[in-house]
């Protein structure tokens, strides 16, 4: 991947895209024509899987979920990374100094990706795509990013064509980072990522750049794209159209924030078994996070179900033994009842005798995260046109 990355780095170079730093004066319009060569009215990207995925490193997501969207760590699991050489080491290198203000790659626990094509001649990329964040932004072996700590974004931002399931975007603004933090060095597989937020939440300054489906939504049939993402299978994104026959009943839609740059929604209640409760939970639908993070009351009542689950001390995470039977959980979201079936909620093992949960606490954070861990239970519709999300049941 290091030769793949400064090919892209050169032939950006030779055809004079190389644009400076991140807070150039760059514009959106000395971009030049960005618009797509040859688009399909809809087109479909498939997951690839990772070969050498190793298992999934609860503590590691957690903190990047919480690193992701504030500068600090809930108190439990700072107390744990004070009292735990291990937790500490990922910890630091999760906030190593000089780094790039980024949101985070999953890093070695990175199971699917979908493949990009950057530069010319391309070069096939791995990517994360990411609803919560609004970057197109390169990382892997030489590559990497700091998370949430408040230090500016430092980088560069060049220009080439992407191409994406058959489409080509010239002149797209992509961004590439001068530093390296340790925890995902060595991730061979996912080599950056392509965000699908809005583009208010582009890091580049002082003009941020449009996303890539900002660029290709009007030459779509429908200006959406689904995920139908998988448990322990390769899922699919849809561009510009909906296919029945990965979903069962109806779709339906909620509203998202407006003024917010996320993908951020607003549930009523939750029923965790046959207990219902009333609440309301800001939150935003993030392909880009592993875990749910939902408010402390919610984590409450989800593990006061689930015999023998305890706050880890050495983690600072809820965990439960591995052979418990674990309740299912629903979401609320306008008229839609988000269903996530119990054997979701055990997220990875910790040994042989007890698991990370799945759903862990969202305190510290603006608002709640509907991960990977909710998501692969559901069919999502991200409407640009409409500003909504959608949200439908499906064969698990």
């Not at 899987?49 to 969207?69: L, V």
């Not at 974004?153 to 961004?175: C, H, N, P, W």
């Not at 924030?257 to 639908?285: E, F, M, T």
């Not at 862990?360 to 409409?386: C, E, I, N, R």
Request: aromatic fraction near 10%; glycine fraction near 10%; charged fraction near 15%.
């Amino acid at each position: 991947m290091k030769a793949s990355l400064a090919a892209i780095l050169l032939a950006a170079l030779a055809e004079g895209a190389l644009t400076g730093a991140w807070n150039s004066s760059t514009t959106k319009e000395s971009q030049g024509s960005q618009v797509p060569e040859s688009v399909d009215n809809q087109f479909t990207l498939t997951q690839i899987r990772n070969e050498g995925f190793t298992g999934r490193d609860g503590p590691m997501a957690f903190m990047r979920a919480h690193m992701k969207y504030a500068q600090k760590l809930p108190d439990p699991v700072l107390e744990a990374v004070n009292s735990s050489s291990e937790l500490r080491m990922k910890y630091t290198a999760l906030r190593q100094k000089g780094s790039v203000a980024a949101n985070p790659t999953q890093g070695a626990d990175s199971e699917y990706a979908v493949i990009v094509q950057i530069g010319s001649p391309p070069q096939t990329i791995p990517m994360n795509l990411d609803t919560g964040s609004a970057d197109l932004r390169l990382v892997g072996e030489k590559w990497s990013i700091k998370y949430g700590d408040g230090s500016s974004a430092s980088g560069i931002l060049y220009l080439d064509t992407v191409q994406i399931g058959g489409t080509r975007v010239f002149k797209m603004g992509i961004e590439s980072p001068y530093t390296v933090s340790n925890d995902i060095a060595n991730d061979k597989f996912v080599s950056g990522i392509l965000g699908l937020a809005k583009s208010a939440a582009n890091t580049v300054r002082p003009v941020p750049q449009d996303t890539y489906f900002e660029h290709l939504q009007s030459q779509l049939e429908q200006p959406i794209f689904t995920a139908n993402l998988r448990s322990h299978a390769p899922g699919n994104y849809n561009f510009g159209f909906i296919n029945r026959a990965e979903y069962t009943g109806n779709i339906q839609y909620t509203p998202v924030d407006k003024n917010h740059p996320l993908w951020k929604i607003s549930a009523s209640g939750y029923r965790v078994g046959s207990k219902q409760s009333q609440l309301k939970i800001d939150a935003i639908v993030d392909t880009g996070t592993s875990l749910a993070l939902l408010p402390q009351k919610v984590v409450d009542e989800v593990y006061s179900q689930i015999q023998g689950s305890f706050r880890h001390p050495k983690l600072g995470m809820m965990v439960f033994p591995c052979k418990s039977n674990l309740p299912d959980f629903f979401l609320s979201i306008g008229s839609y009842n988000g269903r996530l079936p119990g054997k979701y909620i055990n997220y990875a093992p910790i040994d042989h005798d007890n698991c990370y949960g799945g759903i862990q606490t969202s305190a510290g954070l603006p608002f709640s995260v509907l991960g990977d861990v909710f998501l692969k239970a559901q069919f999502v519709v991200f409407d640009y046109g409409h500003q909504a999300v959608g949200f439908a049941n499906k064969n698990l």
